[in-house]
């Protein structure tokens, strides 16, 4: 299994570009969540996933767009870049019960 | 709501020492708790968690938690720091009544970087 992964790893955008990040797990994984990591903040979640068709917001979840067509695949859409969007972005995907396993990350530059 | 707070974003050790990183949380009900370490430029890995049962949790590496509900805490533990240890560390809850939709919400604490010395 190659677990969740994560494209591209690294992104730098100009503001009020638009763009889509990858995210793909493996596992069958019911559950999926894209989390913003920024310092000393720890990781804030945008928005989440309880299944194909099925997604909800998070703590921070203006500016972003999700939706999930499939069980494996979670992208997450940059609508209009801004500075403030500038973060490490971590997808993560666990089945119902279990604890979250995270992907790689993408970090992200915006100009 | 939850919330989780880290005492000490920096903690510093000497090789050989004992590792204390602290975690408390504020939740109206007992929560899940978990530990998270992340390595320089890599995802975050699962430590160690407490779900139910036994307050004293062992994890990967030699780490361990212990969730103490009168103290709202769960505070990580590790005997001897190796060079290895050094990385951010998280805390992390999940409210375990908020029904099936919980199971894809962890509310993370702000990190500790912990340093090992020689």
């Known amino acids: 299994n190659a677990g969740v992964t994560q494209t591209p790893k690294f992104q730098v955008l100009k503001t009020g570009q638009s763009m889509t990040l990858q995210c793909a797990q493996d596992?069958?994984?019911?559950?999926m969540s894209w989390y913003r990591q920024d310092p000393g903040m720890g990781l804030r979640l945008i928005h989440y996933?309880?299944?194909?068709?099925?997604?909800d917001q998070g703590e921070v979840p203006n500016g972003y767009n999700v939706s999930r067509s499939t069980t494996e695949d979670f992208p997450l859409r940059l609508l209009s870049a801004a500075p403030s969007q500038t973060s490490v972005y971590f997808c993560?995907?666990?089945?119902?019960?279990?604890?979250?396993?995270f992907g790689p990350g993408t970090r992200l530059t915006v100009l | 709501a939850q919330s989780v707070t880290q005492l000490g974003s920096h903690v510093s050790v000497s090789e050989g020492a004992l590792v204390l990183l602290r975690c408390n949380y504020s939740s109206s009900v007992p929560p899940y708790l978990f530990w998270y370490v992340q390595y320089p430029n890599q995802g975050l890995q699962l430590l160690l968690k407490y779900t139910t049962g036994a307050t004293l949790v062992k994890g990967i590496n030699g780490f361990e938690a212990e969730f103490k509900k009168s103290e709202t805490s769960f505070h990580l533990t590790k005997p001897s720091a190796h060079m290895s240890d050094a990385a951010e560390y998280f805390c992390a809850v999940r409210n375990p009544n908020a029904g099936g939709t919980s199971y894809g919400k962890l509310t993370f604490g702000q990190g500790t970087i912990l340093t090992v010395h020689p």
């Open positions: 993560a995907s666990n089945p119902r019960g279990s604890e979250q396993f």
């Open positions: 996933s309880v299944g194909a068709g099925i997604t």
């Open positions: 596992m069958n994984h019911e559950y």
